[in-house]
């Protein structure tokens, strides 16, 4: 397989979208764009992490703080509560033993851990 | 009619047998298509047969006896044809109920605010794609203790798998599979084997996003190990998957993709078999049918 990296796809507004919303969740605190921009990791331009910024926030998904240039932003918690209720009804069903549920990963028995271990090793190496 | 009406059956129990190696060699995109397409012609090949089956048992109603020389099926295979529609048919209706059911929950999920990525607040790590009613529609499903076991690029890569999941409307071919294993409880590995590719097809998709497939191999890696942290993450025992992690990890750290074009034809070729052994099948039957109203 080619490297991708030099010719890596645009990425589209909805993954843009989900990568800065779940920096967020994913840290401790508000953050500033900058620091937003930092905890994406990636070459995004701080014009692209601004603009989705505003968005996210126009959507009520993320809370804005302080003054404007120097503002802080955090996600907005409420919703995530409701919704931890509505997975866990979802969850608590057995749904996720139907194959209707997409799910990223499967837990780990103690021989897949080895074997995933010794999969990723052989390749890094 | 002596061999036909018993192939579609047959071809059931080869998809079932070949169909693991054959999985891990076929295109995702394309093999999870096909395989759909296989169980459900498989599944409603057997059932039409069965039916078929069944119905020939017409020949012990006194009215018939013409039928007795005509029909060249034993009465216990008939018998056994009646008894795998009934199971069948049960079983697809539990099916049904429990998809309509799961399709209600998820869809209050799908009616919360926001944008595309649903972000829960757990602390357990889990994450999974929840179909809309539309293409392009649904939603990303992450808790919060997903995103903190993951870093940015992997948390990328976690994104960009779900939405392929969603763009590429995979909940239908899982759906379908779904629904043939309950009509033929042989096509069960078909439909484990319909999932695994989808996890593969959304893999490459976030291979394409994110660049590396050494990153996606991580991300996996990383997100399955700490759900396997979290004791209370699944009540299900691991090892319960048939199809795991580490062969997706393996797929995607593969220095030449595996995927082989003819394993499709194979497919194609035993679900054609199916449809015209069903056919073959039914005009016998046609045959027999006429010549009992000519009587």
Same mark, same amino acid.
């Given at each position: 397989?080619?490297?991708?990296?030099?010719?890596?796809?645009?990425?589209?507004?909805?993954?843009?979208?989900?990568?800065?919303?779940?920096?967020?969740?994913?840290?401790?605190?508000?953050?500033?764009?900058?620091?937003?921009?930092?905890? /994406?990791?990636?070459? %995004?331009?701080?014009?692209? /992490?601004?603009?989705?910024?505003?968005?996210?926030?126009?959507?009520?998904?993320?809370?804005?703080?302080?003054?404007?240039?120097?503002?802080?932003?955090?996600?907005?918690?409420?919703?995530?509560?409701?919704?931890?209720?509505?997975?866990?009804?979802?969850?608590?069903?057995?749904?996720?033993?139907?194959?209707?549920?997409?799910?990223?990963?499967?837990?780990?028995?103690?021989?897949?851990?080895?074997?995933?271990?010794?999969? %990723?090793?052989?390749?890094?190496? | 009619?002596?061999?036909?009406?018993?192939?579609?059956?047959?071809?059931?129990?080869?998809?079932?047998?070949?169909?693991?190696?054959?999985?891990?060699? #076929?295109?995702?995109?394309?093999?999870?298509?096909?395989?759909?397409?296989?169980?459900?012609?498989?599944?409603?090949?057997?059932?039409?047969?069965?039916?078929?089956?069944?119905?020939?048992?017409?020949?012990?109603?006194?009215?018939?006896?013409?039928?007795?020389?005509?029909?060249?099926?034993?009465?216990?295979?008939?018998?056994?044809?009646?008894?795998?529609?009934?199971?069948?048919?049960?079983?697809?209706?539990?099916?049904?109920?429990?998809?309509?059911?799961?399709?209600?929950?998820?869809?209050?999920?799908?009616?919360?605010?926001?944008?595309?990525?649903?972000?829960?607040?757990?602390?357990?790590?889990?994450?999974?794609?929840?179909?809309?009613?539309?293409?392009?529609?649904?939603?990303?499903?992450?808790?919060?203790?997903?995103?903190?076991?993951?870093?940015?690029?992997?948390?990328?890569?976690?994104?960009?798998?779900?939405?392929?999941?969603?763009?590429?409307?995979?909940?239908?071919?899982?759906?379908?599979?779904?629904?043939?294993?309950?009509?033929?409880?042989?096509?069960?590995?078909?439909?484990?084997?319909?999932?695994?590719?989808?996890?593969?097809?959304?893999?490459?998709?976030?291979?394409?996003?994110?660049?590396?497939?050494? #990153?996606?191999?991580?991300?996996?890696?990383?997100?399955?190990?700490?759900?396997?942290?979290?004791?209370?993450?699944?009540?299900?025992?691991?090892?319960?998957?048939?199809?795991?992690?580490?062969?997706?990890?393996?797929?995607? #750290?593969?220095?030449?993709?595996?995927?082989?074009?003819?394993?499709?034809?194979?497919?194609?070729?035993?679900?054609?078999?199916?449809?015209?052994?069903?056919?073959?099948?039914?005009?016998?039957?046609?045959?027999?049918?006429?010549?009992?109203?000519?009587?």
């Amino acid at each position: 397989m080619a490297r991708r990296d030099a010719a890596r796809p645009r990425r589209s507004a909805g993954q843009l979208e989900g990568e800065i919303l779940s920096a967020l969740w994913a840290a401790d605190g508000p953050m500033t764009a900058i620091e937003v921009q930092a905890a /994406v990791g990636d070459d %995004l331009a701080y014009n692209t /992490v601004h603009t989705i910024l505003t968005r996210l926030h126009c959507k009520g998904q993320v809370h804005r703080l302080g003054p404007a240039g120097r503002s802080t932003y955090k996600p907005a918690k409420g919703a995530a509560e409701v919704a931890a209720e509505q997975m866990r009804a979802v969850l608590d069903t057995g749904a996720d033993r139907g194959e209707i549920l997409m799910r990223f990963v499967s837990t780990l028995g103690a021989a897949e851990e080895a074997a995933l271990r010794a999969a %990723l090793d052989a390749e890094g190496s | 009619m002596t061999v036909s009406v018993y192939l579609p059956l047959l071809v059931s129990v080869v998809l079932a047998v070949s169909v693991r190696p054959l999985a891990k060699a #076929l295109p995702p995109r394309l093999g999870l298509w096909v395989l759909t397409a296989a169980a459900v012609i498989a599944g409603v090949g057997t059932v039409w047969t069965s039916l078929l089956l069944g119905s020939l048992l017409v020949d012990d109603i006194p009215a018939f006896d013409a039928a007795e020389r005509l029909v060249p099926v034993d009465d216990m295979m008939s018998l056994g044809a009646a008894a795998f529609l009934g199971t069948g048919a049960v079983r697809s209706c539990l099916a049904v109920r429990r998809l309509l059911h799961t399709r209600r929950r998820l869809r209050r999920l799908n009616a919360m605010p926001g944008g595309e990525l649903l972000v829960v607040a757990d602390p357990r790590p889990d994450a999974f794609a929840v179909p809309g009613s539309r293409a392009g529609g649904g939603r990303v499903v992450v808790t919060q203790g997903m995103l903190r076991a993951l870093d940015a690029g992997q948390r990328r890569a976690l994104i960009a798998h779900e939405r392929t999941h969603l763009r590429a409307r995979h909940s239908i071919a899982l759906s379908l599979a779904e629904l043939a294993a309950a009509m033929n409880p042989l096509l069960v590995p078909v439909r484990r084997a319909v999932g695994f590719l989808s996890e593969r097809d959304a893999d490459e998709g976030a291979v394409a996003v994110a660049g590396s497939r050494r #990153l996606v191999a991580e991300a996996l890696a990383a997100a399955a190990r700490a759900r396997s942290a979290s004791a209370a993450a699944s009540p299900l025992a691991p090892g319960f998957h048939q199809f795991g992690v580490v062969d997706r990890v393996s797929a995607l #750290l593969a220095p030449e993709p595996v995927t082989r074009l003819r394993h499709v034809w194979i497919v194609g070729a035993m679900t054609l078999l199916a449809v015209g052994a069903a056919f073959d099948a039914t005009r016998d039957f046609a045959w027999i049918v006429q010549i009992l109203l000519r009587h």
